[in-house]
């Protein structure tokens, strides 16, 4: 096995904000950290987290406190930050390969790819269009079942 993984934001934001298969993240992450798995995502996650939170906060699925104590919560987790050369490239091919709409999830891919390490989502649009070529990417879904 590997000694890291990759976590996509929608797996991340599970350890922070009350959601359906949180304690499963929870229980994954102990292992993970009782293993000194080192887990990984490429810059954006920051941003995406921020932005998902915030928008909790917006709509008032969660209050500002709330929010607060998330962002502070997600902020605190040890998640290392990548930006490795040329990750740009690989996400682009990634994102027109796998006919994605958007290139934020295949920067989780290609990062994985180029660690030689699983990359973790609770993204089922994305496992469902990729899991055939990539084994290395596991669904939460998956797991949780």
Known sequence: MSSQ????????????????DSDVVQAMWTAWSAQDIEIIAPCHLIFEATSVIRNH???REISAEAGQVAFDAFLAQEITLLHPDRLEKRAWELARQYDRPTAYDAYYLALAERASCELWTADGR??????????????????AS
Do not use: T
Request: hydrophobic share 45%; glycine share 0%.
């Open 5 to 20: 993984v990759c976590v996509d934001a929608s797996f991340a934001l599970k350890l922070v904000l009350e959601e359906e």
């Open 126 to 143: 994305l496992y469902k269009a990729v899991h055939d070529s990539l084994p290395w990417v596991k669904s939460l879904r998956e797991n």
């Open 57 to 59: 906060v917006y709509r």
